[in-house]
């Protein structure tokens, strides 16, 4: 690798597949090469048009006048089905113009077919705009023009998905088309048949009404990820990419592995706000592989750790890859209780990934890069440190509570006290920031001589905290929707990058304020640019994924692969488990972070539901959403489709496919994690206190550090195969001694059925019933068994607090008898659409599970920290005693 001061040519590659899976590859010139940013600016204003008040004030002052005096009625506010209409009509006509069709299609001018194309996907979307009130009238009564407008519309978008994303997606969306067609064909098995659906029914439901692509998937697209995509390429141009990778080196460059430990950090931070791994893994992989190369590590294992920080970076609140929004819609969740139970894991997860780093650089002996010289003895850093934290906490009680109060005592002047808060840390921390040298990207190729001090990089850019705090405040204090808080961010940003550098040069006393300003406004004109130009793959991609809701909703499907995976699994919970994994990973490949959540939810999380719950397992839904979630996250690293691998070979010049299986062997910690809390649901933060809180993260994070210990064959020094065992085991216990208490007492006694009233009517208020009912299936007449838990309301009589509950139940010979339930209760999905209810077997309660009286799980805790004890002396006893004593050691 050069050592020189030439800029950096490795990074080529990946920018292309970036540009090719993410912002387009075209780049045309003359006038064509001013439409097309001039597009994606106007998008951005739309969006941040609509998610505004500002449409209500225009209606008020502009609309109601001009009806009054002329009798039009303009509207100027979209409804959410209006907006999202709009915002793929912008996503299909820019997907045509900035995305070649072909490899050897142009990339400096548009084709004559991609123009065509363009004004198609713009008029098929428009289409349903212009004629709203024709269309509602013959609701379910396609005319011709709709069935040919449809027709083109999933065409356009066809191709727009092929061109933005790839293959994949179109293959599976197409498979799910084939199969609403053809699904009654006789050549398809029995089981996996439906009735099938006409020509119009069809082009009705996916194009013509919010069934299908202009579904919730596309929905939360337009309301809410434009926003957070916005908001993360304004906050990445203005300069905040480049100051946390600088802070990350500039505190962790000097330890062991250094600059692969920068990379983990610096990925996380990027991950608050990026919606995509592949741009993670190319924005802080250009500075950080070659890094750790020369530090180093191997061009593969450097790539890797990029990709499973990049990927981890998806699973990270509160965006989550813009996922987040999308799993509070399909769990009917709230968007805050996602971010809560997303937290836990994310964290465990990447103070894992952090260690495994740690193990692989004392594995190859390496050494950190070279550090400042400090005249603070090692007292005075720790109570600098320490002086650091009390002042944020001061800062955050002062915030917390001060707004609290203005909140309570003068409701209205909240917003203004907040803005002038704002307003008044943003002039300090620029000003203190103006004392320092502006941060520059450097030549990772370059030297490194020494790193920056850790405190003069972050007063450089303390102030771009300020609208992640605003963000913060929105959503968590003022409770804000996603999409408004969002909004306020992104205005809060604007503010930042247009007056930082006007700001700078009048506390230096430099002058050229008219400079410095055109210069943040180019900023924030370039990040809505690219905020616009990243949706693109985003758009197309829900508005295909809505394709495969469509399909589920139309068809029932999802019924169909739960029995398919209920045959394959014979039953077995763990192999149900594993298979749904597997599928989800397959899902997954290629697609990006919002269509592959929708595609693996659809499909497989009720799979988890269903199959579950025959087997006597109940989770909440958050749970099994999380577990389908991570499985097609992992997609994103592994071979042979793994992007993100890819994008970091191309540089690390390593080979991609090593690259991914390495990725996906340090991804490992974050694949146990869904399994973990599908038993365990405590590490989602489901049910428990805050003290406890506190306890499961600690508990849970030294399992996570023993099973990365274990897997890399390294703790205190190189591990002997029954040590790694042993590891395992104990990282097993501190996870799930739940385990172990089963074998020894079981969970819960059963009370004879006949007993259900009196047991109901026993129970305090709010508390629940979980019961066992068995029936004959509606399709196959076969006994079967589903699980449930029955909430219960106040306290009644045992039978009204069941039929109040929705689960209507009789006494008969003995026997609890199960009613079917009235459809819209809540148990009608769940038994109603599954038991025969008129057949000669009755529907019955056939156990009652009560929780039994148990020791406390934690005691198991005991015999696993013993074997710790054991696993850490005799390491301890063959670590080198002395530094002469240590040799390098290869990887």
């Known amino acids: 690798m050069s050592e020189g001061n030439a800029p950096p040519r490795h990074g080529t590659g990946a920018e292309d597949l970036v540009a090719q899976t993410d912002t387009g590859a075209r780049t045309p010139s003359g006038w064509v090469g001013v439409l097309l940013p001039t597009i994606a600016f106007v998008w951005s204003l739309f969006q941040l048009y609509v998610a505004s008040g500002v449409p209500f004030w225009l209606q008020d002052a502009l609309a109601r006048p001009l009806r009054d005096a002329t009798g039009l009625d303009i509207g100027f506010i979209f409804n959410n089905a209006e907006t999202r209409i709009v915002h793929l009509a912008f996503a299909l006509t820019l997907a045509a113009l900035a995305f070649p069709l072909f490899k050897s299609s142009p990339r400096n001018r548009v084709p004559w077919y991609d123009w065509l194309l363009a004004i198609l996907g713009a008029a098929a979307c428009l289409y349903l705009l212009v004629f709203k009130e024709e269309i509602a009238m013959r609701a379910g009564l396609p005319t011709t023009a709709d069935l040919v407008m449809s027709s083109i519309g999933l065409c356009v978008l066809a191709i727009a998905v092929y061109r933005a994303l790839g293959l994949p997606l179109v293959v599976v969306a197409g498979v799910f088309v084939a199969y609403v067609f053809f699904g009654h064909s006789s050549f398809l098995p029995t089981v996996i048949q439906w009735k099938g659906a006409s020509f119009g029914k069809a082009m009705w439901h996916y194009w013509m009404q919010l069934e299908g692509v202009f579904g919730v998937a596309l929905g939360v697209s337009a309301s809410m990820i434009f926003l957070f995509v916005l908001f993360g390429s304004i906050l990445e141009k203005a300069g905040a990419g480049n100051f946390f990778i600088k802070i990350a080196f500039a505190l962790l460059g000097h330890l062991r592995g250094g600059p692969a430990k920068a990379a983990v950090v610096s990925s996380a931070m990027s991950g608050i706000y990026s919606g995509s791994s592949i741009a993670n893994t190319v924005t802080t992989g250009t500075f950080t592989i070659p890094l750790m190369k020369r530090t180093g590590f191997p061009p593969e294992k450097a790539g890797a750790v990029e990709v499973a920080s990049s990927t981890n970076g998806q699973l990270t609140p509160p965006v989550m890859g813009a996922a987040a929004f999308l799993i509070a819609e399909y769990t009917g969740i709230g968007y805050i209780q996602v971010i809560k139970h997303a937290l836990l894991p994310a964290l465990i997860s990447y103070i894992a990934l952090f260690y495994i780093v740690h193990l692989e650089a004392m594995k190859m002996d390496l050494k950190g890069l070279p550090k400042p010289p400090s005249r603070l003895t090692v007292m005075q850093k720790l109570l600098g440190v320490l002086g650091g934290f009390i002042a944020m906490a001061v800062l955050f009680l002062a915030v917390y509570f001060g707004l609290g109060w203005i909140k309570t005592a003068f409701p209205g002047l909240t917003f203004f006290a907040t803005l002038g808060l704002f307003f008044a840390a943003y002039i300090i921390l620029v000003a203190i920031a103006a004392r320092y040298p502006d941060l520059t990207m450097d030549d990772p190729n370059a030297p490194v001589v020494e790193l920056p001090r850790a405190g003069a990089t972050a007063v450089t850019g303390l102030y771009f905290l300020l609208p992640l705090i605003v963000l913060i405040w929105c959503i968590l204090i003022e409770r804000f929707s996603p999409g408004l808080s969002a909004y306020w961010a992104c205005l809060a940003m604007i503010v930042v990058a247009l007056t930082q550098h006007p700001l700078k040069a009048l506390f230096r006393g430099e002058g050229e304020y008219g400079a410095r300003f055109r210069r943040g406004g180019r900023e924030v004109v370039d990040g809505m640019i690219s905020g616009a130009r990243n949706m693109i793959s985003i758009g197309v991609a829900t508005a295909a994924a809505g394709i495969i809701v469509g399909t589920v909703s139309l068809t029932g499907m999802h019924q169909v692969v739960a029995e398919f995976v209920e045959f394959l699994s014979g039953g077995n919970l763990m192999l149900m488990l594993i298979l749904v994994a597997l599928m989800s990973l397959i899902l997954g490949m290629g697609l990006p972070t919002t269509a592959n959540y929708i595609v693996v939810s659809s499909l497989m999380a009720p799979v988890i539901v269903t199959v579950g719950a025959q087997s006597g397992l109940i989770v909440p839904l958050i749970a099994v959403h999380m577990f389908v979630f991570y499985f097609g996250i992992l997609a994103d690293d592994t071979p042979p489709v793994g992007l993100a691998a890819f994008a970091a070979s191309a540089i690390s010049r ?125 399709d196959t007449g076969e006994s079967k068994t589903v699980a449930l838990v029955v909430p219960l309301g106040e306290e009644a009589d045992g039978q009204a607090r069941l039929e109040e509950a929705g689960l209507p139940v009789q006494l008969q010979d003995g026997r609890a008898v199960v009613e079917e339930p009235f459809p819209g209760t809540p148990f009608f999905e769940k038994i109603g659409t599954t038991f025969d209810f008129y057949g000669d077997q009755p529907v019955t309660v056939a156990e009652i599970r009560e929780p039994a009286e148990r020791m406390p799980k934690e005691v198991f805790y005991i015999p696993g920290l013993v074997l710790l004890a054991l696993v850490v002396w005799l390491q301890r006893r063959r670590m080198p005693r002395k530094p002469e004593e240590r040799s390098p050691q290869v990887a």
């Open 654 to 778: 390593g080979d991609p496919i090593k690259t991914g299986v390495q990725g996906f062997m340090y991804d490992i910690r974050t694949a146990i994690l869904p399994f973990l809390f599908i038993f365990n649901t405590e590490l989602l933060l489901i049910d428990v206190t805050p003290v406890e809180a506190v306890f499961v993260f600690i508990v849970a994070l030294i399992a996570m550090l023993l099973f990365a210990a274990a897997t890399q064959g390294y703790f205190l020094t190189r591990n002997r195969l029954w040590e790694s065992a042993a590891l395992l085991l104990v990282a097993f216990t501190l996870f799930r001694p739940g385990y172990w208490l089963d074998q020894v007492q079981p969970p819960f006694e059963d009370v004879p059925p006949a007993q259900i009233f009196e047991l109901v009517q026993q129970k305090p208020a709010g508390d629940e019933l979980r019961v066992v009912v068995e029936g004959p299936d509606f």
